[in-house]
């Protein structure tokens, strides 16, 4: 594990923004550009979401890998959650802008269909988030930055359920994501912390 | 008004035939494992003439002629289609619907070895779908063999498939093993699913919104990443062909 930890150490935290920074735009010129399918905003759409969740799930794993495992992410996390935020953000402009268009339905939305509420409530709660990703809000907020960022919790669970609740019969992925975030979260329990000396 | 087909590519790559796969593009990869040589169609229940029908001997029986669609989806896309295909009409008729019978069930083909996607219980096996006798007769009620002029390709229902254009697109059931006359409504897959999400007429309707999403509008099928919505018609723009199939039914209750 040492030299998993030594070979991590390595990488530049920059290096995580740069990559992580590309999907987006990269979609959306194969999207335009017609090696998306033919229902680029969509594709668009979808996999911005997946990343997102996936992000998400990553950055929960960050503190469970590191005391279970002994790998240590923790100098990624903020890029992590940073960029999960950004992949939250452009999965809701893409929707906003390509796949609803129009203005009085996007409200509509919001308001009548739960899926689409819960994913908004998701986004509203990374908001403070993102906006105390810095040094600063660190060193202001002291311990309340902590609690202010347990927020995150919710959101995941926000974004699985969202997951769940939009696609169509029975099926396996989205349960595998909100399990992922089930067993992510309960491992934050006294109960589990306790059990497993975390 | 005439309508601008959809490429070949268009409609043979985006699918939704959950047999293959929940994916989009699943039926085009996965759908070529389905062996449709030899087909029959078992016609049976309330008819004159039951039995296992050969899709060869049907075909030489019928008169196949081109009939370009608008299909919109109940996911709230849409394309048009230029199917080949003969009435459903012309196909009971040579089975003999007895006196009685109100309503067709069909069947898909359920052949998990060749059908991946069977293997998760996304739906309950066979497909099922149903419609009222009236609709089936109705002359733009289409069994679909071909798309272009070529034979229908596997993921999109092959050899042999329903077309019912003012519906969505789910009620046009693929690659049709059984067809069976009754005199009840007859299960359909979506239907026993969820319920409340999809009805047994399922006609498109703008008005009536799916609890998840507004069937107001639809995104249709190739005009790349920056293509406008636009709005959906009633009846899916074939309104005045079959508003009188449902002359004095409350659209809302009977979605």
Redesign the interface.
């Known amino acids: 594990m040492e030299r998993v930890n030594a070979s991590l150490r390595r990488i530049p935290v920059w290096l995580i923004y740069m990559t992580g920074a590309l999907p987006p735009p990269v979609w959306?010129w194969m999207?335009?550009t017609?090696l998306l399918?033919?229902?680029?905003?969509?594709a668009?759409e979808h996999r911005l979401g997946e990343l997102a969740l996936q992000a998400l799930i990553l950055g929960l794993a960050v503190t469970p890998m590191r005391r279970l495992l002994g790998v240590n992410l923790i100098k990624f996390r903020r890029a992590i959650g940073v960029l999960a935020f950004y992949y939250v953000s452009c999965h809701l402009l893409i929707w906003l802008v390509?796949?609803?268009?129009?203005p009085a339905?996007i409200w509509?939305?919001i308001l009548k269909?739960?899926?689409i509420t819960i994913g908004m409530a998701g986004f509203a709660l990374l908001l403070p988030l993102a906006l105390t990703s810095n040094n600063w809000s660190v060193r202001r907020l002291g311990p309340a930055w902590r609690q202010l960022h347990r927020l995150v919790y919710a959101a995941v669970l926000l974004g699985a359920v969202h997951f769940l609740?939009?696609?169509?019969?029975?099926?396996?992925e989205p349960l595998v994501y909100l399990g992922l975030v089930v067993i992510l979260l309960a491992l934050r329990l006294p109960v589990a912390r306790r059990r497993l000396a975390l | 008004e005439t309508l601008e087909p959809?490429s070949w590519?268009?409609i043979t790559?985006?699918n939704n035939f959950?047999e293959f796969g929940?994916g989009?593009?699943d039926p085009a990869a996965y759908a070529h494992l389905l062996k449709t040589v030899p087909w029959s169609i078992k016609i049976d229940g309330m008819v004159e003439r039951p039995g296992d029908y050969d899709f060869q001997d049907i075909l030489s029986e019928m008169t196949i002629e081109e009939r370009i669609y608008r299909f919109r989806c109940v996911?709230a896309?849409s394309m048009v289609i230029p199917w080949n295909g003969f009435e459903l009409a012309d196909l009971l008729a040579m089975a003999g619907v007895q006196e009685g019978a109100k309503y067709v069930a069909f069947e898909t083909l359920y052949r998990p070895e060749e059908m991946p996607g069977t293997r998760?219980?996304?739906?309950e096996w066979p497909y099922r779908e149903g419609l009222r006798l009236d609709e089936a007769m109705h002359p733009l009620t289409l069994m679909a063999t071909g798309i272009y002029g070529k034979p229908l390709p596997n993921q999109n229902g092959a050899p042999l498939r329903l077309v019912v254009p003012w519906k969505y697109g789910f009620k046009s059931i693929k690659s049709i093993v059984r067809i069976t006359l009754t005199d009840r409504e007859p299960p359909a897959s979506?239907n026993m699913?969820?319920p409340n999400e999809y009805g047994f007429y399922s006609n498109v309707n703008p008005e009536v919104n799916h609890?998840?999403?507004?069937q107001?509008?639809e995104?249709r099928?190739?005009g790349?990443?920056?293509?406008?919505?636009q709005p959906t018609l009633m009846f899916n723009g074939y309104e005045k062909e079959v508003a009188g199939l449902y002359q004095g039914m409350d659209l809302a209750k009977y979605f």
């Open positions: 959306l999207g335009a017609g399918g033919v229902d680029p905003a969509k668009i390509l796949d609803v268009q129009i339905q509509a939305d269909r739960p899926y609740m939009l696609v169509k019969g029975f099926q396996i | 959809n590519e268009e790559s985006y959950y929940t989009k593009d996911e896309w998760y219980p996304v739906l979506w699913a969820i609890p998840r999403w507004s107001a509008s995104r099928i190739g790349g990443l920056f293509a406008k919505r």
